[in-house]
């Protein structure tokens, strides 16, 4: 398919290529240390409460943290596979191009900023629907 290298042309991809493995290798190290921090807090000494609640506070953003890392590391990488495949720039949702400028935001994003609105208006709209039924059934009951 031409479509596929109509919005990005090889030296974009390899731009971005390269910004992606650039990315991955700082993701890499990062988790690598937070993993290091982790272990350090495993062999914890004695603790009184406070300092205890603290302990779990920290070792549990620390876990958050390194999740999150973790899933960013999964999104750069699957954007990499896309580089290879011939499918990045290219929405999973509608197989429109994604605009140049929101790669350049987020190199990872497979939906093109229409499909991205679209689910986030249904997202938006359901939530809506739950918080909309509340008020209502109490201003019935209020009559
Ligand atoms: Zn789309």
């Not at 988790?31 to 302990?55: G, H, M, R, T, W």
Request: aromatic share 4%.
């Amino acid at each position: 398919m031409d479509m596929r290298n109509q919005s990005l042309d090889k030296h974009l991809l390899l731009q971005f290529k390269s910004g992606l493995r650039e990315q991955q290798r700082e993701l890499l190290h990062t988790i690598e240390n937070a993993e290091k921090e982790v272990q350090d807090f495993s062999a914890p000494v004695p603790l009184d409460p406070i300092d205890l609640s603290c302990y779990t506070a920290s070792k549990e953003s620390l876990f958050a943290r390194a999740s999150q890392d973790r899933g960013r590391l999964r999104l750069i990488q699957q954007a990499l596979e896309r580089i290879s495949d011939g499918s990045f720039g290219i929405c999973a949702e509608c197989e429109g191009p994604i605009g140049l400028k929101r790669l350049q935001a987020l190199p990872w994003a497979i939906h093109c900023i229409q499909c991205q609105e679209k689910a986030e208006v249904a997202r938006l709209a359901e939530h809506l629907n739950l918080d909309v039924t509340l008020p209502h059934s109490a201003r019935v009951s209020g009559l």
